[in-house]
């Protein structure tokens, strides 16, 4: 079983930048591929980033550019920078964890880019 925290959602103008931490309550994180997804009102959860055990990463066309996914195995952590963040970015934000066909989600942290 894994647990997943997420932090660091909050209000910004667009523009603006966020990081998002997601603490993971395993001792062998290093093993666990990480990703943030997200979900705006009405739109189904997609993909924002990801980072495999091996080090190996992937993002959405959208985001490519200006988010940042990166991971501390030391302190269990696994970040989000988020820069020049637009209106559209506006959702809850979802930590993942997955290891072999299992996966595990984080209570998420609400995003909102607005003026």
């Known amino acids: 079983q894994v647990q997943l925290v997420e932090s660091g959602g909050g209000l910004v103008q667009p523009g603006g930048s966020l990081r998002l931490s997601c603490a993971a309550s395993?001792?062998?994180?290093?093993?666990?591929?990480m990703g943030w997804y997200r979900q705006a009102p009405g739109k189904q959860r997609e993909l924002v980033a990801s980072?495999?055990?091996?080090?190996?990463?992937n993002y959405a066309d959208s985001v490519k550019g200006r988010f940042t996914i990166s991971r501390d195995n030391a302190k269990n952590t696994v970040y989000l920078q988020m820069n020049s963040l637009k209106p559209e970015d506006t959702a809850v934000y979802y930590c993942?964890?997955?290891?072999?066909?299992?996966?595990?989600w984080g209570q998420g942290t609400q995003v909102t880019v607005s003026s």
């Open positions: 993942n964890a997955k290891y072999l066909a299992v996966e595990y």
């Open positions: 980072k495999t055990s091996g080090g190996s990463t």
């Open positions: 395993r001792s062998r994180f290093s093993i666990l591929d």
